[in-house]
Structure formats: C-alpha cells, structure tokens
C-alpha cells in the first residue's frame, strides 16, 4: 500500500498542472462554440478536464518516470515478451509472501486504465465497446512503445492486455451508471445537442 500511494501523490503535481492549464483552454473553446451559437456545459467540462488530468498523472508515472525520479543510467530497461509471465510471477512471489507485485504490477495495471473505459462513452456519446477498447490499448501502446528507451522501466506484452482489461471494467462501469443514473450520465454528453444547434444553423 506504501508503493501505491507513493505512485498517487507523485501523480498530483502532475495532474494539478493539467487541470490548470486545461481551465482557460477549455473556458475560450467554450466562448468560441458561443460565438457559433454552440455550447458545452458545466458537466461535460468538468468530466474532460477530470480525464485530461488523468492522462497527465498517468504518462507522468510511465513516461517522464526516469525525469521525475532522477534515476538516468542506474538501472537498465527490461522486455517482457511472454504473455501470462505477470501472472506467474505474482503468484510465485504471493506465495513467498510478497504481495506488492500483484497488487501493483497486476491489479495496478488493470484499475489504472479503468477511467479510459469509463470517460471515453461518457463524454463523446459513444456506446461502442470497440472504441473504448481501442482507446485504452492505444494509450497503453504509446507508454509501452515510449518506455523502450527508458532505464529502470519494464516494457512488458501483459501490460498491454491487462491495461485493455481494466479499460473493459470502466466501460462496464459507465454501462452500469448509465442504467441506474441514466439522466445524471446524458448531463455529461453534448454532441446531440450540437447536431440540433448544427442542424438549425443549417435550416436557417
């Protein structure tokens, strides 16, 4: 639990920043889309801003890892191309009592990617597992592929399908909030509400 909440607090300057940063940029998108006679709302930003946040404290603990740590050229970088290796080497070290790899390594790759399953449908109205599914593999590729060159970080093909799974959970999660809060989830979407602006600018 020490590992894990060490990963959490290095996680917030990072995210802090994001969410500064994504305020005024969102706040003039949103006076553009005015000008259009468009506009988003309270909901949908504060969820986008939430997940951009995300992004940034998630890439900032796999991609700036060695930046943040300060550990260039101690230890060198590993590849991992056996698929189930993870699992067995959670169970051998549970089984020596070290419980840490499998929550980190294991569950910590699965909850970790969970918000893309989860905030993809949300935001942009689209119910499609497939792409909830493309976008949280695409996102775990893009930090296995940037981690290749990196010291003291392990580019590893079970990341892949884990962090694909945990991306399944959260779209599990978004179907069950969208079947017992269905009004409180259409609050965060706001493309159908563009088509019928678009369409009477259109008409017009």
């Known amino acids: ?60 603990q796999t991609i700036l890892t060695n930046i943040h740590t300060f550990r260039f050229g101690q230890v060198r970088s590993f590849i991992n191309l056996i698929p189930g290796k993870i699992i067995y080497d959670s169970i ?38 497939r792409d909830s599914l493309l976008a949280g593999f695409l996102a775990s590729l893009t930090v296995e592929i940037c981690q290749l060159p990196q010291l003291n970080r392990t580019t590893d093909i079970d990341d892949l399908w884990l962090n694909t799974f945990g991306t399944f959970l959260g779209w599990m999660c978004y179907k069950l909030m969208l079947k017992l809060f269905p009004k409180f989830a259409a609050k965060f979407r706001i493309e159908k509400f563009f088509r019928k602006q678009k369409s009477r600018l259109f008409s017009s």
Request: net charge positive; aromatic share 16%.
């Open 1 to 60: 639990m020490h590992n894990i909440s060490y990963y959490l607090t290095a996680m917030i300057p990072y995210m802090l920043t994001a969410a500064i940063l994504a305020v005024p940029v969102r706040i003039a998108y949103t006076h553009r889309l005015r000008r259009k006679k468009l506009k988003s709302n309270i909901y949908h930003e504060t969820g986008l801003i939430i997940y951009i946040s995300f992004i940034a404290g998630l890439f900032s």
């Open 92 to 129: 051998t070290l549970w089984q020596h009592g070290d419980k840490r790899y499998f929550v980190i390594s294991l569950l910590g790759n699965i909850i970790i990617f969970m918000p893309f399953g989860f905030f993809t449908p949300l935001l942009w109205n689209n119910k499609s597992l």
